[in-house]
């Protein structure tokens, strides 16, 4: 069993930055791809981003394209979502997970360990 324990979601204002954490225990961490979902009130929980088990292949959904960033340091066991340029539609719990299939992948159904999820709230 994989936990996942998130931190750093927050208030911030339109155009602002905002780091999420997402710190992984129990499994080795280096042989899982992780991924980012969120979702917003009265909608379905949708994909953010993706990152490969070693980091070096990263995915995005298009609305974020070149806002955020995923990353992933095995050395620390840990992914970050690094948000700038923040919209008020992004607006969302933010939700981390891991998976052990070798590609990446935006389904959430290959996931297998979800965190708890986080609230970020972007104000105009």
């Known amino acids: 069993q994989m936990r996942l324990v998130q931190s750093g979601g927050g208030l911030v204002q339109a155009g602002d930055s905002l780091r999420l954490s997402c710190v992984a225990s129990g499994r080795t961490f280096s042989t899982y791809a992780m991924g980012w979902f969120r979702q917003s009130p009265g909608k379905e929980r949708e994909f953010v981003a993706a990152?490969?088990?070693?980091?070096?292949?990263?995915d995005y959904r298009y609305s974020v394209k070149g806002r955020f960033t995923i990353s992933k340091d095995n050395a620390k066991d840990t992914m970050y979502l690094q948000m700038n340029s923040l919209k008020p539609e992004d607006t969302a719990v933010y939700y981390c997970?891991?998976?052990?299939?070798?590609?990446?992948?935006?389904?959430?159904?290959?996931?297998?360990?979800w965190g708890p999820g986080t609230q970020v709230t972007v104000s105009s």
């Open positions: 990152i490969s088990r070693s980091g070096d292949s990263t």
């Open positions: 997970a891991a998976t052990d299939v070798w590609f990446l992948t935006d389904r959430q159904g290959d996931y297998d360990y």
